[in-house]
């Protein structure tokens, strides 16, 4: 990471962007509220937000992907989901803020600290569904070992079978994807077709954002 970055360690940019949420939740306007944001951003996120004067010119998009995947769950949700597994959670709160069902079960992978940052922040905070946190220290160049531990989180999680170890002769790598690929193959076809054409309908409203929305613009629209 450059020198002279703010940004420390690729956490930070959980800090950063929820800078981003919560100066969306103060408008009058706002397509959203985050009202935990504030909090999770904290005095460092602030900090790391002023030092990058540049992404301010961009924060609209953050904006905008907040806004996509609430619609992205909403509807999923709706359309019968009753488990949601968020890798690489960061300081996402939509378990605390978003109308779901108490019966979803939400599941949030990151990494430790992030994890217990998040916890401590929410302390007094309760969320509206079911919530487990699994703390994972998973990096994509670590090998061998960062698949045994993704492998026992998907079994802990109840996502793989135990059965299918054997049938993917104890590869951990072989593992995680013989799990993908059951997953697809039971969940798959119809939903991600329904996913496609629900991302195809939200660009569109998107590019009308997008072209409406800056950061010191009179007009927005969704």
């Known amino acids: 990471m450059d020198s002279t970055s703010p940004l420390r360690h690729i956490s930070d940019t959980a800090l950063w962007v929820a800078v981003y949420r919560a100066q969306e939740s103060q408008r009058t306007d706002a397509v959203f509220r985050d009202p935990y944001a504030g909090k999770l951003a904290g005095e460092r996120g602030i900090q790391i937000a ?19 995947v ?14 949601i597994v968020n890798l690489a959670a960061g300081l996402d709160s939509r378990p605390y803020r978003m109308q779901l069902p108490g019966s979803l079960r939400w599941i949030e992978v990151d990494l430790p600290d992030m994890l217990s940052y998040k916890q401590e922040i929410l302390a007094a905070e309760r969320p509206v569904c079911e919530l487990d946190r699994v703390p994972l220290e998973y990096h994509f160049s670590g090998g061998d070992a ?15 079978a135990p059965k ?10 072989a593992y995680v994807l013989l799990t ?10 119809d939903a991600i077709k329904r996913r496609f054409d629900l991302y195809v309908m939200l660009t569109d409203y998107l590019d009308e954002y997008s072209s409406e929305h800056e950061p010191d613009g009179a007009g927005r629209q969704l």
């Open 180 to 189: 993908l690929e059951r997953w697809i193959a039971a969940h798959g076809g």
């Open 164 to 173: 299918d170890w054997e049938t993917a002769k104890r590869d951990p790598a």
């Open 70 to 83: 609430d619609q992205v769950i909403t509807r999923s949700v709706l359309e019968g989901t009753d488990m």
């Open 146 to 160: 960062s698949s045994i531990r993704l492998a026992r989180t998907l079994v802990e999680l109840e996502l793989a």
């Open 50 to 68: 002023a030092a990058m004067p540049f992404a301010r010119r961009h924060s609209w998009s953050y904006t905008a992907r907040t806004w996509l």
